[in-house]
């Protein structure tokens, strides 16, 4: 049976418990019995965003319907912030936030929590992990501030996150990307797995022109990696037999399995193979499709 996770962050796990997201909930949706967390009204101009929020990318027409809804009905679950020394600064809720201002309104509910700096990059990035909102890079660079900013080693933030350390690694290495070819990514014009075989590249003009080429020629990861080989002069492996065409299908099924697990799946035409590391491994992916039960340790 799996493990219970630790707490988040540095002896903060008497705070945050188990889940960030489930605490976050758990404050804003029963702010009316928590002591000292009672709801206010907050004019908008006195919310200053947070500094650590790791999304930069906001689907414009999300928030539009947004504030429509918002317009209509208000605003059910309450902002998060804090007091600082002039107004308040955000913890979470900028979508809330961004689609309030659309829809013209000067204030906004919330609830003041005492955090630490510490404390709201942790929340922010974990929280916004956790819900899964974020494009790969964003994800690296979040990833990349706690490692930096807050010490976290690698195995920590497999940890935190509920990622393979490998997964972490890989993906932290898209920030080695050049700026354009990091925009491509977050413009879904090429995916993490098409990106990633470019890092082995001699440098960032090779990467950029390479990243043009997949681009234009619509290539296949499996194509990517070929690309690659022949700009290095790397002979491919020779076969001993004809390798088949995979089924667009399946190979799609494959990259959206592995991105969720975190882990090598390959999916055959009457069989799926997910590979783990370990124990530890296998009992997160069996976490991940819902095959362990909860029980108290």
Not at 12 to 35: H, K, M, R, T
């Amino acid at each position: 049976m799996a493990e219970k996770r630790q707490g988040l962050g540095r002896g903060l796990s008497s705070i945050f418990g188990q889940d960030v997201e489930q605490y976050l909930d758990d404050i804003q949706n029963n702010a009316a019995d928590a002591p000292g967390r009672k709801e206010i009204q907050i004019r908008i101009r006195e919310i200053r965003p947070n500094p650590y929020q790791p999304r930069k990318e906001f689907d414009k027409k999300a928030l539009e319907e947004l504030a429509d809804s918002i317009r209509t009905h208000g605003i059910f679950t309450p902002l998060l912030v804090r007091k600082s020394v002039s107004g308040y600064d955000l913890i979470t809720g900028e979508r809330r936030l961004r689609a309030a201002t659309m829809a013209g309104l000067d204030t906004v509910p919330a609830i003041s929590v005492d955090f630490t700096d510490e404390e709201m990059m942790e929340i922010s990035i974990l929280e916004n992990v956790q819900r899964e909102d974020l494009n790969p890079i964003e994800e690296a660079a979040a990833y990349d501030s706690l490692v930096r900013k807050l010490g976290y080693t690698q195995e920590k933030l497999a940890e935190r996150v509920g990622k393979s350390r490998e997964y972490c690694a890989n993906i932290m290495r898209l920030l080695k990307l050049p700026n354009d070819v990091q925009q491509m990514v977050i413009s879904k014009k090429l995916t993490m797995s098409h990106v990633r075989p470019l890092l082995s590249l001699k440098d960032e003009d090779q990467i950029y022109d390479a990243a043009k080429k997949v681009l234009q020629k619509k290539m296949s990861v499996r194509e990517v990696e070929n690309y690659v080989r022949d700009l290095q002069g790397t002979p491919a492996k020779t076969k001993t037999r004809s390798v088949q065409v995979k089924d667009p299908y399946l190979r799609d099924l494959e990259d959206r399995m592995q991105k969720k697990l975190a882990t090598q799946v390959t999916v055959g035409k009457k069989s799926i193979n997910i590979a783990y590391g370990d124990t530890d491994d296998l009992n997160r992916i069996l976490d991940l499709l819902g095959c362990i039960e909860d029980a108290d340790l």
